[in-house]
């Protein structure tokens, strides 16, 4: 087995050569602060988190007197957390956080993701809901929420999804009732929801999105709702979990199924306008799960290279002795390509972030999210299913647990929203709302990223040119759907060759062999959804 070890380098090289300095100073996290705060939690990771994954994924969760009951290690593990103030890291300070930018918690959530990824599930939602209530809340809920949220003693779900609107939530028939006191009672069932209970806080903050009009008003009558574990009056809320779904990966993160039996909750927002504040809470999540695929992609590679460099087979043609099988050219392929997908997932993430601190980018980053959302959690699983070819038959067999990276990683490309969703997303709305603001953004950006080039006609500027051309094409269309799945495919090259192409044209860039390596690879795979989607369009 190969123990995890935080990728620490990749990712403070990363957020080194993506991020606005200037930002992060002004959360009082300068570069020397930011090394410190993830040097800490890395080892907190390694030593804590990274141990309870493996028993947690072979023992999985439990209903026991209508409670959800967590693997063995995992409520102490969360304690240590707790105690170590984590849950804090992204909140203001005058709720008890310490106001973290977003690319330094995106950095925490991957190495928590990367050692544990079912217990980040549980813990990852928390931050999310914070920034919800404090964008949308009122100054009670504010007050109430947030420094529960801060210490620990809550963690919060999202409750989307239904049997019958699954992705199509204009079909939700969970129903808010305003009583004559003004109060609110929800009524209806919620499924698929991580950490839908569990032991390990002292209470959970649902997020419930719930009809307040009739059904003919779709989108348009929903509403979004707080609505606690347990109520101040009467204990226990009206919340029951009546399954925990039995999955192919995830096994210690409790996926439920919840009843909502008149439970009183409060409305978060204004009434009708639910999905408008979930998608707050959403863009962020989406970016979540992206590095989520990026960790998945950092550990296939960490477990495939370290077995890779230590397994002897077969001999060298020259001097008869024996390799380590990265020495064959076939292995140092597979490995090249998981090291190419992670890093450069991991900028686009980051790159992302930073641009999201400086909150001038409103229209890029939207364009930006479904782009990383979908580029790094194929490339997660992507990774995973190398990662089983370079161990061969041992990749197949629970030992190195590879296996469990691809299991873990495969629902990333599912959940907030499937990437044919997000490519959908992409193609349609992305490409025209607001006279194509977030398209415009995106072409300008790309353009300043690739100024530096020594060479005009590189990879880069070929894929954008064909990304101009294909937006063109899309806005002109009737049925822009169609271009759904190739847009987003030049979307990423476009977006991650660029990044490349500004890296490797820096001059205080570091040119060591491995990024030369990477940038080659990202140019293979740039030249080559170039010549698909070409292809693609020829015999359309």
């Not at 990852?124 to 504010?142: C, E, K, M, S, V």
């Not at 408008?276 to 477990?303: E, K, P, W, Y």
């Not at 806005?475 to 979307?491: K, L």
Request: include cysteine.
């Amino acid at each position: 087995m190969t123990l995890f070890k935080a990728p620490i380098d990749d990712i403070l090289f990363a957020l080194s050569v993506t991020g606005d300095q200037s930002t992060i100073v002004r959360h009082d996290f300068d570069a020397e602060i930011t090394s410190e705060i993830l040097n800490h939690f890395a080892r907190f990771a390694e030593d804590v988190i990274a141990p309870i994954d493996e028993p947690g994924d072979q023992e999985g969760c439990k209903i026991e007197n209508g409670r959800v009951k967590m693997p063995s290690g995992f409520r102490e593990a969360y304690e240590a957390y707790v105690e170590q103030g984590w849950p804090s890291i992204s909140l203001p300070e005058e709720f008890g956080g310490q106001n973290a930018p977003e690319s330094v918690c995106g950095a925490i959530s991957e190495i928590l993701a990367g050692a544990c990824h079912s217990f980040q599930m549980v813990t990852g939602l928390a931050p999310a809901a914070a920034r919800l209530i404090a964008q949308f809340g009122t100054d009670n809920q504010r007050l109430n929420w947030l420094p529960k949220l801060a210490s620990g003693s809550h963690l919060a779900t999202m409750c989307l999804t239904e049997p019958q609107a699954g992705s199509d939530l204009s079909d939700i028939r969970t129903v808010a009732t305003e009583n004559t006191d003004g109060t609110w009672t929800l009524h209806g069932e919620k499924i698929f929801i991580s950490g839908g209970d569990q032991d390990l806080s002292q209470g959970i903050l649902h997020l419930v999105l719930a009809r307040t009009g009739i059904r003919e008003e779709g989108v348009r009558g929903l509403t979004l709702f707080l609505c606690p574990s347990h109520d101040e009056n009467t204990g226990r809320n009206k919340v029951h979990v009546t399954r925990i779904e039995e999955k192919m990966g995830l096994h210690a993160s409790p996926t439920c199924q919840l009843t909502f039996d008149g439970a009183h909750a409060v409305p978060v927002g204004e009434i009708g306008k639910g999905l408008m504040c979930m998608f707050t809470m959403m863009n962020h999540a989406r970016l979540d799960v992206a590095l989520q695929g990026v960790a998945h992609a950092s550990r296939a590679h960490h477990i495939a290279r370290s077995y890779a460099t230590e397994r002897k087979q077969g001999r060298d043609r020259r001097t008869g002795q024996l390799v380590s099988i990265d020495q064959h050219y076939d292995v140092a392929r597979m490995l090249g390509r998981q090291d190419m997908l992670a890093m450069t997932g991991r900028m686009m993430v980051y790159k992302t972030f930073a641009l999201m601190q400086a909150d001038t980018h409103a229209d890029l980053v939207e364009f930006l999210t479904p782009i990383c959302k979908s580029f790094c959690t194929d490339a997660g699983v992507e990774a995973a299913q190398i990662g089983i070819q370079v161990l061969g038959g041992y990749g197949y067999l629970r030992e190195y647990r590879v296996e469990q990276t691809l299991r873990d990683a495969r629902i990333c490309q599912i959940y907030e929203g499937t990437n044919g969703i997000q490519a959908l997303t992409l193609a349609s709305r992305l490409t025209r709302h607001k006279d194509c603001a977030s398209t415009k953004a995106f072409a300008e950006f790309i353009r300043g990223l690739i100024a530096s080039s020594d060479n005009g006609t590189g990879t880069a500027a070929d894929l954008l040119d064909y990304w101009l051309q294909m937006t063109s094409q899309i806005i002109a269309s009737d049925t822009p759907q169609q271009f759904a799945h190739d847009y987003m495919q030049i979307s990423a090259a476009t977006y991650g060759m660029a990044l490349w192409t500004h890296l490797i044209n820096q001059s205080s860039s570091p040119r060591s062999a491995r990024f030369e390596k990477c940038f080659d690879l990202a140019r293979e795979w740039g030249q080559s959804t170039l010549a698909c989607c070409k292809a693609r369009e020829t015999f359309a």
